[in-house]
């Protein structure tokens, strides 16, 4: 079972930065993916950007840019570096973690709230 826990969240002014961590606890489980998605009240989830163990990233086209995806393998931690953010990027934001063996949609964790002042 895998367990995350994700943290970095807040309150930032229109052009700030923040930086989202996600800890996988994974029981020594391969980590295939590790990413990051958002969602706002009454929409889908929506995908942010992910990072597979070949290191390949894949962003939505509406943060690239500006936001920057990174892991720490060692630590079984994924980042998400936030700049320049916009009042639209305010969401609740969700770690997934996909594990081999596991499931295709993989383990999400609890949401980490960012909100964005004009």
């Known amino acids: 079972q895998v367990q995350l826990v994700e943290s970095g969240g807040g309150l930032v002014q229109a052009g700030g930065s923040l930086r989202l961590s996600c800890v996988a606890s994974?029981?020594?489980?391969?980590?295939?993916?590790m990413g990051w998605y958002r969602q706002v009240p009454e929409k889908e989830r929506e995908l942010v950007a992910t990072l597979d163990l070949t290191g390949t990233t894949n962003y939505a086209e509406f943060v690239k840019g500006r936001f920057r995806i990174s892991r720490n393998s060692a630590r079984n931690t994924v980042y998400l570096q936030m700049n320049n953010l916009k009042p639209e990027d305010t969401a609740l934001y969700y770690c997934?973690?996909?594990?081999?063996?596991?499931?295709?949609?993989?383990?999400w964790g609890q949401g980490t709230q960012v909100i964005v002042s004009s």
């Open positions: 997934n973690v996909r594990t081999f063996p596991g499931t295709t949609e993989g383990t």
């Open positions: 994974t029981h020594r489980l391969t980590i295939v993916s």
